[in-house]
């Protein structure tokens, strides 16, 4: 089989209370005594005592494992069913390396890569930097009447801003403002009516699409925040900000390669910042885009030994580079690298070690 493991399990009993609260979680490990690979929970099925589950196997080497099945009830094991399963590839030399770029990598191991992505912070946006190109972006083209509000807003007095563009005839500069003040106090729900209140009188206007979109990402409105950030053209706030989170928000719904290319934007406009740099090479190896990932994370990487997600996206760039014989030139190189960052990660504590074992077997197996 290849890419996804499919597996129906079926209890039966003399009475109904033997399967009464059963539950069962389906993994894949390499051997009897193995930590898991892949697992899932399994979902009922249509008749009691019967479930189903998918697990994505893309992620695992070629090679034979074991599907296990656990049977929990009332918070203890009732009983493990294992079958063989063999993951198949066709065989390394014959998967087109354009292929395995066309796909994403599992949801459990984008999970694992994007695990610590924080909340957006609304301090981020409202700093002084970011809020002096906000305004300034805002204020082209505004009549003389609203310079009384530019000055409080620069201030930090937005609630005083809103009142002074409200004065000077200006309503969807002060609702814009007013946004900004709920946005700062944290009332997320609040303050996108406001952007949206700005956005129905003067779509173009592109800060409040920009706090529009911080807003909703507040509110764990993921796809629509992140479609919103990425709208965001790069003179609004130059160093790239809305690009980096429209990446981090488009990386939360697993929406790799649309989190690709927003950071792409993001890395151009700060060019040397880690933070930037770490997350293009994540979403590019969640995205199987193995090369470009190495460019990026590779002169840094052993750098930043703690850093828990990039060594995991370094390792797994490696093998996935490997399943494709035209990377056959950097076998010996690669082995040395995989070697180091796999050390790293097992000193951070990483959580997917069984997997990253999995990777180095194949990595220093003879090709």
Known sequence: ?????????????????????????????????????????????????????????SALPPGRYLARATIVQGGSVRGHLLRPLRVLTGGAAA?????????????ELIAALT???????????????????????????RAASTKAAFQEARGGRLGPAAMAALDGGDQPL???????????????????????????ATPAFAPARLYLGASLAQ???????ASLLQSVPMDVVPDGTPA??????WLKVGEVALAAEALEKAAAGAAGDWRNARLLGIAYAASHRADEALAVLAPQLDAHG?????????????YRRHLSADAASHLDADRTMATRWAAAYRKAGGALQPLVAQWMTFLQAPK
Do not use: C
């Open 1 to 57: 089989m290849q890419g996804r493991l499919s597996a129906l399990l079926e209890v039966y009993g003399s009475a109904p209370a033997q399967i009464d609260g059963l539950a069962a979680t389906l993994d894949v490990i390499a051997n009897e005594t193995g930590s898991p690979l892949a697992s899932a929970r399994m979902r009922a099925g249509a008749s009691p005592g019967a479930w189903q589950a998918d697990i994505d196997t």
């Open 95 to 107: 998967i087109p390396a354009a292929a395995i770029a066309g796909r994403a990598a599992p949801p």
């Open 115 to 141: 695990s610590d992505l924080a909340p957006l912070a609304p301090q981020e946006l409202l700093s002084p930097s970011v809020l002096a190109a906000v305004l300034a972006n805002a204020e082209r083209g």
């Open 174 to 200: 002060a609702a814009f403002l007013k946004g900004l003040e709920l946005f700062g106090q944290q009332q997320p729900a609040r303050a996108a009516q406001q952007f949206q209140t700005v956005m129905q």
């Open 219 to 225: 509110g764990t409105r993921y796809k629509e925040a």
């Open 244 to 249: 980096r989170l429209a990446g981090e928000t």
């Open 306 to 318: 703690g850093d828990q997600p990039a060594l995991l996206a370094g390792i797994y760039s490696l």
